[in-house]
């Protein structure tokens, strides 16, 4: 049973730049959503995808997109990258048609470590 | 909006010993459920427990259990017979219900560091 898998493990930027971030759901699974975890931090949600469209965003600017395409697998891309970018970014998937609480649990993957400097 | 309160920023055990790691949360939706993760240095979230608003009874697995006081508005997690390889941060968390109520998104507390010592 396969896992979440992201890549790349580690990246490093340097400010005004773009990346792009890459994760692979759990088998079986079809949703995807993104986490920001700054150091000391817990997890802070980005946005989720299912069915290749965006279905609802937590409290980050525009420079934040993504995109999930037709086997379920989604990136997140980051424009003109800045200090505070720099976090370990997770990605979580899980079933939207799961019929119980414990069922709708989302997954997540090793993360992407990411520094700008 | 909905929060995660973890009080405990670390938590020192010995061997073998049982522990709790604190959680409060707060949410005026009658419907939610609740999670404890632990993510070890590597930075991997490690799903270990989950607990739904409606369940009667409290959540175990394995070594987890899950003390869930609805009045209170905790839920508490209890490690039994600690192992090195417990040393990690824990996060509790609640799913929100976002406009589309079919979508859900975790909130997370900020964690608290466990080290459990030979």
């Known amino acids: 049973d396969a896992g979440v898998t992201q890549s790349p493990t580690h990246l490093i930027k340097t400010r005004g730049q773009q990346v792009t971030l890459r994760c692979s759901p759990k088998?079986?699974?079809?949703?995807v959503s993104w986490y920001q975890q700054a150091l000391g931090q817990g997890p802070q949600f980005i946005f989720q995808?299912?069915?290749?469209?965006?279905?609802q965003r937590g409290n980050f600017p525009d420079r934040f997109s993504g995109h999930q395409y037709p086997n379920y697998s989604s990136e997140l891309n980051v424009n003109a990258l800045l200090l505070g970018d720099s976090a370990l970014y997770l990605c979580?998937?899980?079933?939207?048609?799961?019929?119980?609480?414990?069922?709708?649990?989302?997954?997540f993957g090793p993360g992407t470590r990411l520094l700008v400097l | 909006a909905q929060k995660i309160t973890q009080t405990q920023p670390g938590m020192f055990v010995q061997e073998k010993e049982a522990v709790t790691l604190d959680c409060t949360y707060d949410?005026?939706?009658?419907?939610?459920?609740l999670f404890w993760y632990k993510q070890p240095s590597s930075g991997e979230m490690i799903f270990l427990i989950y607990?739904?608003?409606?369940?009667?009874q409290n959540a175990t697995e394995g070594r987890y259990s899950l003390n869930f006081q609805k009045a209170r508005k905790s839920a508490n997690l209890v490690i039994s017979a600690s192992q090195l390889g417990d040393s990690a941060m824990y996060f509790c968390?609640?799913?929100?219900?976002?406009?589309?109520?079919?979508?859900?998104?975790?909130?997370f507390g900020t964690g608290t560091r466990l080290l459990v010592s030979p």
């Open positions: 995808y299912y069915e290749e469209e965006e279905r």
């Open positions: 607990q739904g608003s409606y369940d009667q």
């Open positions: 979580a998937s899980n079933l939207f048609g799961a019929t119980t609480g414990e069922e709708k649990t989302q997954y």
């Open positions: 968390a609640m799913r929100e219900r976002g406009m589309n109520t079919g979508f859900q998104k975790l909130v």
């Open positions: 949410t005026s939706d009658p419907s939610y459920g």
């Open positions: 088998s079986g699974h079809d949703t």
